[in-house]
């Protein structure tokens, strides 16, 4: 296989999709935190949106604008309680033309 | 809030809450069915691959007029390490027949199809409506739901949960635990747009012929995971998922991971050029029969993905969903029309029907092969394609080595790598749990 890939665009992949982001109602929420948890530290990589990064205080944060509802985090994050997870409101969200 | 009272609500349209309420509604029940989606479909996501003889037995003559892509009349199988794969394919001209078995289907536009058949059969179908929680009596009962669109409760003699792999209303009302990393996988998957020529000619195809590519080795770096190539008419799926657990074992990135695999000699020619139109994720329930939780209790049942139905070995998921949601219909039925009420008791015969059909009896042929591919991944996914591969290559490499020498070079590379014990046990285990 080809030599190791630069970091990943997923930005760019996120591109092609449509969104009807819900301004000021984020469907996933993290929980205040002073040190995140092995498992909210996880997202960081296992989000196949890549939602979720560190910020300069090395805490981890989310933006759910992109997010394409498969609901890992909510699996991962599952034990700890680290996250808040619900659908989007109705009709909100991503929406898929082929899925 | 909705004052009318409902025979049944239906949590969700997908493959399952579609099956469920369409057999219901075609009944003659008073049916609700509610959806998330700015329409049936917009939510799903699948391979996808739709099983002719379940939807026969929901919709006889789908054909006609469901929006389907190609049927398939080839499966390759690929173990693939960094720059191989050996594959093994079965192409007949007798799945060029006039009631093909299975095709390859866009989910969006199927599921909106699908759909209309709901409505048409008479079902009330909302969307753009989150089910937020159920709503139970002072026993406990489930009664009905509650939605992000009106306030108040919903009420029905029955609830129908087809809400899919993640589940959030049966979990968060303890219905059932919420599935564990390493019961499901995480999939990702791009459309990629070409020419319907082009596409043909890469694959082999003629007309509405179609193909599955299902690859396995180094492309998931030891986790336990697959990837997949389906021909469409003017599009390509390809995708590949892994355990959830894994991921957050190993830091893998799962779009990382989709570009290794686009990358690999063998796959990058079949996809050059294409346009990506969309990229998607979804998770897969692996942990089979051991991970199926409560399929019903007073006043509801619970069907398709988010009752875990999925049969990993053969890529089975949605055929089990639909097979699953027109059971559940069908013993919701059959208490009905006995004019009893929708108890545990009376419910449990969703189960028993289950029991009797090909989806727990696939499911429990399979019951130990969930784990075995998890604990023994890094053999599985990695080191056996490797030595496959390197086992293929000095077969067909003609370089003036004596073909003795060759088979005990191929020979002492498998023990080397798994010693002879570590070889008959990996293939007694195997054997074991795929009887």
């Known amino acids: 296989m080809n030599a190791e890939l630069p970091s990943m665009r997923v930005e760019d992949k996120l591109y092609y999709n449509r969104y009807l982001v819900d301004v000021g109602r984020p469907h996933v929420k993290v929980r205040a935190h002073a040190t995140p948890s092995p498992q909210l530290l996880a997202l960081l990589k296992a989000c196949p949106a890549r939602c979720y990064e560190l910020n300069e205080k090395g805490q981890v944060e989310v933006t759910v604008d992109g997010c394409i509802e498969c609901g890992t985090c909510r699996i991962i994050s599952g034990p700890t309680g680290d996250i808040e997870w619900s659908y989007p409101r109705g009709g909100y969200g991503v929406l898929f033309k082929f899925g | ?435």
């Not at chain 2, 193909?211 to 389906?230: N, Q």
Request: include cysteine; charge should be neutral.
């Open chain 2, 1 to 435: 809030m909705i004052d009318e009272r409902f025979d049944a609500i239906v949590v969700g349209a997908g493959m399952a809450g579609n099956a469920a309420a369409l057999t219901m509604a075609k009944r003659g029940m008073n049916v609700l069915q509610l959806e998330r989606g700015e329409y049936a479909g917009s939510k799903n996501v699948q391979g996808a691959i739709l099983y002719a003889d379940m939807m026969e037995k929901l919709i006889p003559d789908f054909r006609e007029e469901a929006p389907l892509e190609r049927h398939l009349v080839e499966q390759r199988f690929w173990i693939m390490d960094d720059r191989s794969h050996l594959g093994m394919q079965y192409r007949s001209d007798d799945f060029n027949e006039e009631r093909p078995n299975r095709y390859t289907i866009i989910r969006a536009q199927f599921d909106k199809w699908f759909s209309s058949k709901v409505r048409e059969a008479g079902a009330t179908v909302l969307c753009e409506t989150t089910v937020t929680d159920l709503a139970r009596d002072d026993h406990g009962r489930v009664i009905g739901v509650r939605t992000d669109r009106r306030d108040g409760e919903i009420h029905a003699d029955v609830v129908v949960l087809a809400e899919g792999v993640i589940g959030l209303l049966g979990t968060r009302a303890g219905l059932r635990p919420r599935p564990e990393p390493d019961k499901v996988a995480l999939a990702v998957k791009e459309m990629h747009f070409l020419p319907r020529e082009t596409i043909e000619a890469r694959f082999n195809l003629e007309g509405d012929e179609g193909l599955v590519i299902e690859a396995a080795g180094t492309i998931s770096r030891g986790m336990t995971g697959m990837g997949f190539i389906y021909a469409n008419k003017e599009c390509i799926s390809l995708g590949i998922g892994c355990l959830v657990a894994d991921f957050q074992r190993t830091g893998e990135t799962p779009y990382g991971l989709l570009d290794h695999f686009k990358r690999h000699p063998s796959v990058a020619p079949l996809i050059a050029g294409s346009e990506v139109k969309e990229y998607s994720a979804h998770l897969i329930p692996e942990g089979g029969y051991k991970a199926i939780p409560q399929l019903y209790g007073e006043g509801w049942v619970v069907a398709g993905d988010a009752a875990q139905l999925n049969n990993a070995v053969h890529r089975e998921g949605s055929n089990l969903a639909m097979t699953s949601g027109r059971i559940a219909a069908e013993a919701i039925l059959e208490v009905k029309s006995r004019g009893d009420r929708m108890t545990a008791k009376n419910l449990s015969l969703y189960k028993r029907m289950l029991d009797d059909s090909f989806v727990m009896k696939d499911l429990k042929k399979y019951k130990d092969l969930p784990t075995l591919m998890h604990t023994n991944s890094q053999n599985y996914f990695l080191t056996y394609p490797q030595l496959f591969s390197r086992a293929m290559q000095n077969f067909v490499r003609v370089d003036g080595m004596p073909k003795a020498e060759k088979e005990k070079m191929t020979l002492k590379s498998f023990v080397k790598a798994r010693s002879w014990t570590g070889l008959f046990g990996d293939a007694f285990r195997f054997a074991r749990a795929w009887r």
